[in-house]
């Protein structure tokens, strides 16, 4: 089932997130969001989108986001999202994305805007593009979450300031207009919610480091994923345990239990007095094989682009119903005339 009155009425929560087209997903955004994403869909209704809206507050090359746009939705897709369960679309596709993110800009405060760690992160390493786009994302966010009037919203660390602004926003606009808006709260996975960087495991796991060592992308062949553990640093012991100040094991036990769905007790039990060499390995052939079918399925999707064209055609006409009629409403409380 898809976001619509149906599921309205069984009172089935509301589930939305995004990501952006900026390149091939990780092990860290397969691990910590897409794959729970999969499983989300039983017990939510779940609505999944490309965010390539937001990627425009960085200049990019026209070409290459055509492409990452359509490889992003081509790989929720072999990820196991399933637009017969879920609504999945590309954000650019729905105009009221950006109509209701003019509209919540303007009950939005400069101050907190202003305050925004990410906007204060990004200006700081985008000193030649502090655009007006990178200050009101949060705006933009909370009508991405508004329009399908989630219940849930799942978010990293990163985002969950953005999140509370989006409900900051709710707040206000429900006070003076009535009921609009449904208030959107935090989901967070207990497990594997932050995958680290494989070189510097105090460090979050991200596609844009330049070491291409630190990262696993899903769509890495076998053998290149467990060179990449092999390399993966660790500490000068040798005992796989999960303990306070070793970051690398720390990381690899969390990978290698979300993948195989085996507790820390049974990991250390398994690898006592086997030493790191034989855990790397062992990581790396594990998360080889939970990545294989989605390589696989990836590259049969992308193989017929027609039909990858007629599935975002049609999540993107469904999302449209579904955020103009939040649309038309909110446009209703405000006082605009209809056309």
């Excluded at 509301?14 to 860290?28: C, D, H, K, N, R």
């Excluded at 994403?37 to 809206?53: S, T």
């Excluded at 006409?317 to 056309?339: D, N, S």
Aim: aromatic letters at 10%.
């Amino acid at each position: 089932m898809t976001v619509n009155e149906a599921t309205r009425t069984e009172r089935k929560k509301v589930i939305l997130s995004g990501i952006q087209p900026t390149g091939i997903f990780t092990l860290g955004n397969y691990i910590g969001a897409v794959r729970n994403w999969g499983k989300m869909q039983e017990d939510y209704d779940c609505a999944y989108f490309i965010a390539d809206l937001h990627s425009l507050t960085v200049r990019q090359e026209p070409a290459k986001l055509r492409k990452q746009t359509l490889d992003a939705f081509a790989l929720l897709l072999a990820c196991g999202i399933d637009p017969e369960k879920s609504l999945v679309f590309i954000q650019s596709h729905v105009h009221a994305h950006a109509e209701l993110s003019w509209i919540l800009s303007c009950y939005s405060m400069f101050g907190e805007l202003s305050r925004m760690t990410q906007f204060k992160d990004k200006s700081a390493k985008h000193v030649d593009n502090v655009n007006a786009g990178l200050f009101t994302y949060p705006a933009l966010m909370a009508a991405d979450i508004l329009l399908y009037q989630a219940d849930y919203v799942p978010v990293g660390e990163d985002q969950r300031q953005h999140l509370e602004f989006t409900r900051d926003v709710v707040t206000r606009f429900n006070n003076i207009y009535g009921e609009v808006f449904r208030m959107p709260d935090a989901y967070i996975p207990e497990a594997g919610a932050r995958i680290m960087s494989l070189q510097e495991p105090t460090k979050k796991m991200s596609k844009s480091d330049t070491n291409v060592n630190a990262f696993i992308s899903i769509l890495d062949e076998p053998n290149a994923i467990v060179n990449k553990f092999k390399r993966a640093v660790t500490d000068s012991e040798t005992v796989v345990c999960y303990r306070e100040g070793k970051d690398g094991i720390n990381n690899l036990m969390s990978i290698y239990s979300v993948v195989t769905g085996e507790s820390y007790d049974r990991i250390e039990r398994d690898f006592a007095g086997k030493g790191y060499g034989g855990f790397k390995l062992a990581v790396g052939e594990a998360v080889a094989e939970e990545l294989r079918p989605i390589r696989e399925k990836f590259a049969a999707l992308t193989a017929d682009k027609a039909a990858l064209e007629a599935l975002y055609r049609k999540g993107a006409e469904t999302a449209a119903h579904i955020a103009e009629r939040t649309l038309g409403k909110v446009k209703k409380k405000l006082g605009l005339l209809p056309r």
